[in-house]
């Protein structure tokens, strides 16, 4: 989390009030990358962490408009290398509606805050 949080202060200029509920997504996400990623790095070709976008741009993720602000309705990451764990961050993914992590390497049990997402 705090790697996410210096990433989010120090390298991305796109969101600089902490205070949005904006940031919270792009935190969300930004923690699930840096928590699941590996050497391989399946980010490059996804375009995740890219500073120039809003995150409902990077790849594999697809987003509704809710009261005007774009919202992770769905991750769709499969068969890309993924390793580690789902952090409970997750969570913050109010509106996540599916979330397919199938065919990689995963492990641990789901975090708590899995059952806060009454849409999934």
Same mark, same amino acid.
């Given at each position: 989390?705090?790697?996410?949080?210096?990433?989010?202060?120090n390298t991305d200029q796109s969101t600089r009030d902490f205070d949005q509920p904006m940031f919270a997504q792009r $935190?969300?996400?930004?923690?699930? $990358?840096?928590?699941?990623?590996? !050497?391989?790095?399946?980010?490059?070709?996804?375009?995740?962490?890219?500073?120039?976008?809003? =995150?409902?741009?990077?790849?594999?993720?697809?987003?509704?408009? +809710? @009261?005007?602000?774009?919202?992770?309705? =769905? +991750?769709? +990451?499969?068969?890309?290398?993924?390793?580690?764990?789902?952090?409970?961050?997750?969570? +913050?993914?109010?509106?996540?509606?599916?979330? @397919?992590?199938?065919?990689?390497? !995963?492990?641990?049990?789901?975090?708590?805050?899995?059952?806060s997402l009454t849409s999934l």
């Amino acid at each position: 989390q705090s790697n996410a949080l210096l990433w989010l202060a120090n390298t991305d200029q796109s969101t600089r009030d902490f205070d949005q509920p904006m940031f919270a997504q792009r $935190y969300a996400l930004t923690v699930f $990358y840096l928590s699941t990623s590996t !050497l391989g790095d399946w980010v490059d070709s996804m375009d995740w962490l890219n500073t120039r976008l809003h =995150e409902c741009d990077w790849g594999l993720i697809t987003c509704d408009i +809710i @009261a005007k602000e774009r919202r992770v309705r =769905e +991750i769709r +990451i499969i068969q890309h290398g993924l390793q580690g764990s789902l952090p409970p961050e997750i969570g +913050i993914l109010t509106h996540l509606k599916q979330l @397919a992590l199938n065919g990689n390497g !995963l492990e641990g049990s789901l975090p708590n805050a899995v059952g806060s997402l009454t849409s999934l």
